[in-house]
Every structure is written in structure tokens, then in C-alpha cells.
């Protein structure tokens, strides 16, 4: 089965975070599940990001930014060991873009990283903001903060730069590893997602805009 192929695929791997989970009882857990659900059920993706009527905007972005860092996660750390000092010194996406890293503690000015130092910083403050209550409440009726959806730009905006790096730089190993069809879907749903919340600047799409499989743009 295809899940069976994909266990094989994605091992547990030293590089990865442990997945984050959603508390059963929630709101949020009851949303995932919907979420799942609809992927599934082999609904087109266009239809599987809309906002189901009657739920809150904010719960389904909180969602599927979760849910978005645990693939894309998996993703990557299943293509580490291609990502090296050596191979990757500059985090970019090709010749005409590169990723500089910079956070409110170590790196206050944008810096320029390696690709799996840069994916390493990224995860760590992924995780550290959607584990963060202040920011990602999980508790029944504690409001989202206000700048909630800016951050979760931020976010999507930085996972997206993986995509842009694992396709332009180790596309031929995804292929060689038989995970073309899986990153591929994952990349058309998570840009499908954020098209239809428009929460990526359109200029950071363009790396990505002629994709060889013609969905990008």
C-alpha cells in the first residue's frame, strides 16, 4: 500500500522534531480530523482548503500551520542526509535566490546560514512559537493573539523556502527515493492553502512558479 511504501520512505530519523499532536477533546483536534478526513477522501485540494462553514478562521490557519510543520518536517529530514555543509553552503533556491536567517535572539541581523544550518534554525523556531501559548492557545476560549495570523505568515512564508530549496537543489533525490508523488502533494496543498488565505507575498512564489509538473503560479 501507499502508506506502507511511504513508512519506507520517511524512517525516523535523528534530524526530525517529534511531531507535534493535537489534544483529543479540542476543537482543534475535532478540526484536524475533519481536515484529515477531507484529504482522504480524494476531495480535490482547491476544496479541501476552503474554511468549513461556521469555524473560526484562526483555528483552521493554527491547524494546518501544525499539521504543514510536521509534513514538511518529515519531508526534510528525510533528505538531510543530501543536504550537507559540503553540498548546501548557502541556503538558496537556485542562482537567483538565497535565504538569509534571522530571529529576535541569536541572528538580529539577516545572516547568511548553510541550508541544513538555515532548516535547522527554522525548525527549532517553528516549534518553539507553536508550542508557545501566547501565540498557538490551545486552551478552550483563550483568544488568539492579534498579530496571530502575521506570525503564521511568517511561518508558512519560511516552510515554503523548503519546498523551493528541496525541489530546485535535491529534486533528483526525491525521485531516486521514490517520494516524488508524496512531496509533490504535499507541495499542492500547502500551496493551495495559502493562496486561498493569501498568506505568502506572491514575490516569494516565484522560484517555484514554473514548476516542471505546471501547477505552480
Known amino acids: 500500500t501507499m502508506a506502507l511504501c511511504l513508512k519506507q520512505v520517511f524512517n525516523k530519523d535523528k534530524t526530525f522534531r517529534p511531531r507535534k499532536?493535537?489534544?483529543?477533546?479540542?476543537?482543534?483536534?475535532?478540526?484536524?480530523?475533519?481536515?484529515?478526513a477531507s484529504l482522504k477522501s480524494g476531495l480535490d485540494l482547491k476544496a479541501v482548503v476552503q474554511l468549513p462553514p461556521g469555524e473560526s478562521i484562526n483555528d483552521w490557519i493554527a491547524v494546518h500551520v501544525v499539521?504543514?510543520?510536521?509534513?514538511?518536517?518529515?519531508?526534510?529530514?528525510?533528505?538531510?542526509?543530501?543536504?550537507?555543509?559540503?553540498s548546501c553552503p548557502i541556503m538558496s533556491g537556485g542562482l537567483k535566490y538565497e535565504y538569509r536567517w534571522q530571529d529576535d535572539s541569536k541572528y538580529k541581523k539577516p545572516t547568511k546560514l548553510s541550508a541544513p544550518q538555515y532548516m535547522c534554525m527554522l525548525m527549532d523556531w517553528i516549534e518553539m512559537l507553536i508550542n508557545n501559548e501566547d501565540v498557538f492557545p490551545t486552551r478552550i476560549g483563550v483568544p488568539f493573539p492579534r498579530q496571530f495570523q502575521q506570525v503564521c505568515t511568517k511561518i508558512l512564508t519560511r516552510l515554503f523556502r523548503v519546498f523551493v530549496h528541496v525541489y530546485i537543489h535535491h529534486f533528483d533525490s526525491i525521485i531516486n527515493m521514490g517520494a516524488e508523488a508524496h512531496v509533490n502533494t504535499c507541495y499542492k496543498h500547502f500551496y493551495y492553502f495559502i493562496r486561498e488565505f493569501s498568506l505568502v507575498d506572491?514575490?516569494?512564489?516565484e522560484p517555484l512558479v514554473r514548476m516542471p509538473q505546471g501547477w505552480g503560479g
Open 21 to 36: 499532536k493535537f489534544e483529543p477533546g479540542t476543537q482543534r483536534f475535532e478540526l484536524y480530523k475533519k481536515a484529515q
Open 202 to 205: 506572491h514575490r516569494e512564489l
Open 67 to 86: 499539521d504543514f510543520f510536521n509534513r514538511i518536517n518529515l519531508i526534510y529530514g528525510t533528505m538531510s542526509e543530501y543536504c550537507t555543509e559540503k
